[in-house]
């Protein structure tokens, strides 16, 4: 299996996709129920874990295009799992300031 650039999951079952570059809009209805938001990132999680077991060293090794810069692909792995992790932190964070029980830890 090669390497391709990861993209948004289609934003089945809404009506707005959320990625890089969207503007938050108000009307929540437009946007995917949280079971299937997991789903979409488990999805996603499941593909990643998939491509990365089936990379061969030298594909991951490979530039690609990241904003106007080329990355090898391990980078671009590395930076996706450690995005994930980045939010965690702030929503951990966020539930703290606002006195909201632990979900993590």
């Not at 030298?58 to 590395?78: D, K, N, S, T």
Request: include cysteine; proline fraction near 8%; hydrophobic fraction near 40%.
């Amino acid at each position: 299996m090669g390497l391709q650039p990861l993209t948004s999951p289609p934003a089945t079952g809404a009506q707005v996709g959320v990625c890089y570059g969207s503007t938050p809009i108000a009307d929540v209805s437009l946007y995917p129920t949280i079971a299937r938001a997991r789903e979409i990132f488990e999805s996603a999680a499941d593909h990643l874990e998939s491509v990365v077991r089936a990379a061969s060293p030298e594909g991951l090794e490979r530039p690609v295009q990241w904003g106007q810069e080329h990355y090898p692909w391990r980078m671009i792995i590395a930076r996706v799992v450690f995005h994930n992790g980045t939010h965690t932190g702030e929503i951990v964070d966020i539930r703290r300031a606002l006195g909201l029980a632990k979900v993590v830890g």
